[in-house]
């Protein structure tokens, strides 16, 4: 299973940023996240959404500014980003989770894009 993710780039603080993640087919029925991981930190869990698209869970660093969504007809998760921050400067993951449910476990994620680089200028 391959994810490809994209958008990524450089922006101003306050600016916005959609970042997109080709999925594939089998994660139609999986739940899909976004992860990051900036320089010298480890990995964090940003954003899930169930396989429907009715459940979504945020970190609470995100929450208010973020939004996940997913078009299962397109095999496609997005992540609308607002309110960019400094501190938002990471490598961004698309991931795909063995489960159906929103969960903000990385170990639950089996399957995992090559990141897209935000970088968020004060």
């Known amino acids: 299973v391959q994810l490809q993710a994209s958008g990524g780039g450089l922006v101003q603080s306050g600016g916005s940023l959609r970042l997109s993640c080709a999925a594939g087919?089998?994660?139609?029925?999986?739940?899909l996240g976004w992860f990051r991981q900036a320089p010298g930190k480890e990995r964090e869990f940003v954003a899930s959404i169930s396989w429907r698209g009715g459940d979504t869970g945020y970190a609470d660093s995100v929450k208010g500014r973020f939004t996940i969504s997913r078009d299962n007809a397109r095999n496609t998760v997005y992540l609308h980003m607002t309110s960019l921050r400094p501190e938002d400067t990471a490598v961004y993951y698309c991931?795909?989770?063995?489960?159906?449910?929103?969960?903000?476990?990385?170990?639950?994620?089996?399957?995992w894009g090559q990141g897209t680089l935000v970088t968020v200028s004060s």
């Open positions: 991931a795909q989770s063995r489960h159906s449910a929103v969960t903000s476990r990385r170990e639950y994620y089996r399957y």
């Open positions: 087919r089998t994660a139609s029925n999986n739940a």
